[in-house]
């Protein structure tokens, strides 16, 4: 609504501003329709131009933040982000703080945290098919270690022409692999298969980010065999 008034305005005063032109500098139809074109284009270009630096600032900023993630200062790139959240006014400068917010959260194994902040995006994400994948992929992890099992199996299937795009490409590969070890260890019972798959994980995912999960599902197939 607010953004209608603020577009319903600036017309208002732009056509004020024509229809001053128009009479104090005696100008007829055709030279006001000529400025009309010309100031519009430089408008719209100018706007263009506004939105991509603010964007490119921002994002710059957020970048910035990695260094404290990596740092293992999560409390601080968490603060850091809200801020940047609350102050952007790009709808996708926002998204992209929620999202790296949500992360943040998981590495601090803050997984019902993580959970609500991916949650808050609904499907409004969907036009950008990579955006809603990660969301849709992180969740389903926060859902594993929540043991929210069930929730965490209807949104894989739910998921899964997201996942299919995506599951082969370099960046998400290992991912898909630690997803897929959550998914046949809980819902299978088979701990001699499941440490068998979950030693090939270790071999195929050499990043040490992922021994912590591999340690924890290792857990789980321990719980199965002491039962």
């Not at 998400?172 to 019972?189: A, C, Q, S, T």
């Amino acid at each position: 609504m607010k953004r209608f008034l603020s577009i319903l305005v600036m017309g208002i005063v732009y056509a004020s501003i024509l229809l001053v032109c128009e009479i104090g500098l005696g100008l007829n139809g055709r030279q006001v329709f000529v400025i009309y074109i010309v100031s519009s284009v430089i408008f719209f270009v100018g706007a263009i131009l506004f939105n991509l630096i603010y964007n490119v600032v921002y994002i710059k900023k957020i970048q910035k933040l990695l260094v404290l993630f990596d740092e293992g200062k999560f409390d601080e790139c968490i603060d850091k982000l809200n801020a940047i959240e609350k102050t952007a006014k790009s709808k996708y400068i926002k998204n992209m703080a929620k999202l790296n917010m949500a992360y943040t959260f998981m590495k601090k194994k803050d997984y019902g945290e993580a959970k609500y902040i991916l949650e808050s995006f609904g499907s409004s994400l969907e036009k950008i098919p990579e955006v809603e994948m990660t969301i849709r992929l992180n969740l389903c992890l926060c859902c594993f270690y929540l043991k929210k099992y069930e929730r965490a199996k209807e949104l894989y299937t739910d998921s899964k022409p997201f996942f299919d795009k995506y599951r082969e490409t370099d960046d998400y590969y290992e991912y898909f692999i630690l997803l897929d070890m959550f998914m046949y260890v809980v819902f299978n019972k088979d701990t001699t298969e499941a440490r068998k798959r979950l030693h090939e994980a270790r071999l195929l995912c050499k990043d040490e980010e992922f021994e912590e999960d591999f340690e924890y599902l290792e857990s789980i197939i321990n719980g199965y065999e002491s039962v």
